[in-house]
């Protein structure tokens, strides 16, 4: 495997690998990363779809990429996903996958436009006092100290939720190349032959609906695992029942699949740095179904645009400021799923303290029901509090989710504790999703998990073909003079807040670069 940039590779075709006729492949998974190997073995690994085989434990695909309404419960949307223009590695397999809505268009087709026509961005970012607009009023309002240190970072959105846009488009590729799907079946454990400087999966250990199961392996035989996971152990309330906080590792999941697997070489990572204090990674979200039209008026005056337009609603998320929890809501394109009653808004709420009273509910989140989280919500909207009771019970449905690791990849650790996506001396394995360790691309995006399944592919069929590098973002001054100057709200560098000698110096700079490309530079990204 390489990388590559530019188009010179990136619209080649590359030939068959040698020998790929006679392998099959085993995917553990069906989140992103899961699926884009998937892809990428039928797509240019030219493998035979029905050798390949895709372990689900789940009835339904999508691993945190989800999107469902529950009968008798309700909408769920346990997350969101933004995407960027440079996600490479996504844009380079979407451009392939048909859409499944417009025939004769691919997925990356229909997300372009979208985001061309209907650009994403926010009118009201936060709200303190009750939905009153915190006034940001469009500027960073940051120090020029932090400037210096974050970057600009541009959203886009899909046009329904992202297991309809993106994971059901995905499947029905696969399906339609003989891809087999095996739902319902947990893989327990992979067990390895380990030998200096060769390792081999040699048998993959099965729960199926009929009991234990063992598929044996050869070295023509490839295996990709997608070890941990960020929504294992979630959980589902509803309107008026608390979402339970299981945080009990049981066999069947990543997480202690991933421990059986460690627990065999110190090259498969260390799955404990990242799940051992669920207290440190959980976080709470809510999906709110509004069911008439008595919301809808306190939401429109905060993001100052009408949610049943089919357009950009909020363009992001709206913190509440001075909120207990750290609540924060965002309502996307509305329908968010193709069922959806076109007079139902669909918001998705989130708190990042879930064992903190609430404000007007006076209870930490986790212990509220659906009713309760969407009352603590009504109340920050600035709904009357005489009317918040009602119009949570009888004008929205609220189902809350608590996810006890979805913050585990942020935990504190060494670069050897992701196993890389293809160990040293691996022969017929890799490590795909959030868990693996691959080089300078940033977790918690959808790209991260979709560059692992391509490398992965790439690697162990030796697929002639770079695989797309990551955006040099950090290394092109272009994208750090823009980054810069939008961080400090559009001033120039001579505003900045200078002593006396740095003014002087400054100015003697920009003097010696008069009549040269660097101030052309300059002037024309408004750094002076």
Not at 225 to 252: D, F, H, L, R, W
Not at 423 to 449: C, H, K, L, M, W
Request: hydrophobic share 35%.
């Amino acid at each position: 495997m390489y990388y590559s940039s530019g188009n010179y590779e990136a619209f080649a075709r590359p030939q068959k690998p040698e020998g790929v006729d006679r392998k099959s492949a085993y995917i553990i998974g069906t989140g992103l990363a899961a699926l884009t190997a998937a892809c990428y073995l039928v797509r240019d690994g030219q493998m035979k779809g029905e050798r390949v085989h895709i372990f689900e434990k789940d009835p339904t695909p999508g691993g945190a990429c989800d999107g469902w309404k529950f009968e008798n419960v309700g909408y769920v949307m346990r997350g969101g996903r933004e995407m960027d223009n440079h996600f490479e590695v996504m844009w380079d397999l979407f451009h392939s996958i048909p859409s499944i809505e417009t025939e004769g268009v691919s997925v990356l087709d229909e997300y372009y436009w979208l985001n061309k026509k209907d650009p994403n961005y926010s009118l009201c970012r936060a709200t303190v006092d009750r939905g009153q607009d915190a006034h940001t009023d469009g500027q960073f309002a940051v120090s020029d100290k932090a400037a210096m240190e974050i970057m600009k970072l541009a959203l886009r959105f899909t046009r329904y939720n992202q297991y309809e846009s993106m994971i059901l488009p995905m499947v029905k590729y696969l399906e339609d190349h003989g891809v087999q799907f095996h739902y319902n079946t947990k893989v327990v454990n992979v067990e390895f032959d380990i030998r200096p400087e060769r390792k081999l999966a040699k048998r993959i250990e099965l729960l199926r609906e009929g009991g234990q199961d063992f598929v044996d392996l050869t070295e023509d035989d490839l295996v990709f695992i997608t070890n941990g996971g960020c929504v294992e152990n979630s959980s589902m309330g509803s309107q008026n029942t608390p979402a339970p906080y299981n945080t009990e590792i049981k066999p069947g999941g990543g997480w202690d699949m991933w421990r059986k697997i460690a627990a065999q070489d110190p090259a498969f990572g260390n799955p404990d740095k990242f799940c051992y204090d669920p207290e440190q990674t959980n976080w709470m979200s809510a999906t709110v179904e509004t069911l008439d039209q008595r919301i809808i008026p306190y939401i429109t005056k905060i993001c100052k645009r009408d949610p049943f337009s089919g357009g950009v609603v909020t363009g992001g998320i709206v913190t509440v400021k001075d909120s207990s929890w750290l609540l924060s809501w965002t309502i996307n394109r509305q329908p968010q799923f193709r069922a959806q009653p076109k007079d139902h808004c669909l918001v998705w709420v989130y708190a990042l303290f879930s064992d903190v009273p609430g404000d007007y509910v006076k209870k930490p989140m986790r212990e509220c029901t659906g009713k309760e989280i969407c009352m603590e919500w009504l109340y920050h909207l600035g709904v009357p509090e005489d009317q918040i009771e009602e119009l949570a019970s009888t004008s929205a449905n609220t189902v809350p989710v608590m996810m006890p690791y979805i913050d585990a990849f942020f935990m504190p650790r060494s670069d050897t504790d992701r196993p890389k996506v293809v160990p040293d001396g691996a022969v017929n394995f890799a490590f795909v999703g959030q868990f693996a360790e691959t080089a300078r691309d940033t977790i918690f995006t959808t790209e991260y998990s979709m560059r692992t399944g391509m490398e992965a592919v790439y690697t162990l069929l030796n697929v002639d073909r770079g695989v797309p590098e990551v955006w040099g973002s950090t290394y092109d001054v272009r994208d750090l003079l823009d980054a810069t100057v939008k961080l400090r709200d559009g001033k120039a560098i001579t505003e900045m807040d200078l002593g006396l000698k740095e003014k002087l110096v400054l100015h003697e700079a920009l003097k010696k670069l008069a009549g040269t490309d660097i101030e052309k530079l300059l002037k024309a990204y408004r750094v002076i």
